[in-house]
């Protein structure tokens, strides 16, 4: 009798340790899994990011290399939205920054007699690496 109630309370502890091991695995395994998300997320999150300023750089580049033609063809300064230079057939399409909603217009102008161009994101304010390029404006 004595003899049972000790096998059994033994078998009931190990029982337990086995309970808590896995317990424990557990924990380790998601606290693993939610170490690597926090690790990995922000950085993700970075090269998107980046991608989308490059993309808004590709855009206004094209923009800035559209008034440029524009003002050389017509000898004229630009005052006009990306719109005008598709219907006068210097831009193929209209271009938004990636990181906005619809509707955000580049804002831009060009000066034929100074032969300054601006083409500026509407969230300069917001990304500052939305920017040309100095090596570009010249
Ligand atoms: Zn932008």
Sequence with gaps: MMYNSMESIEKKELGETMKSISLYKIISVVAFVVLIFILI???KFNINKKQK???CIRNMKTIYEAIELYMQEREEDFNGTAQDLVRTNYLKKTFECPES?????YKMSGDYE???????CPHYEEFHDHK???????
């Design 53 to 55: 300023a490059e993309e």
């Design 132 to 138: 040309l390029p100095d090596s570009i404006i010249e």
């Design 101 to 105: 909603g619809v509707g955000d217009k």
């Design 41 to 43: 997320i922000p950085q």
């Design 114 to 120: 100074s032969g300054e161009i601006v083409v500026e």
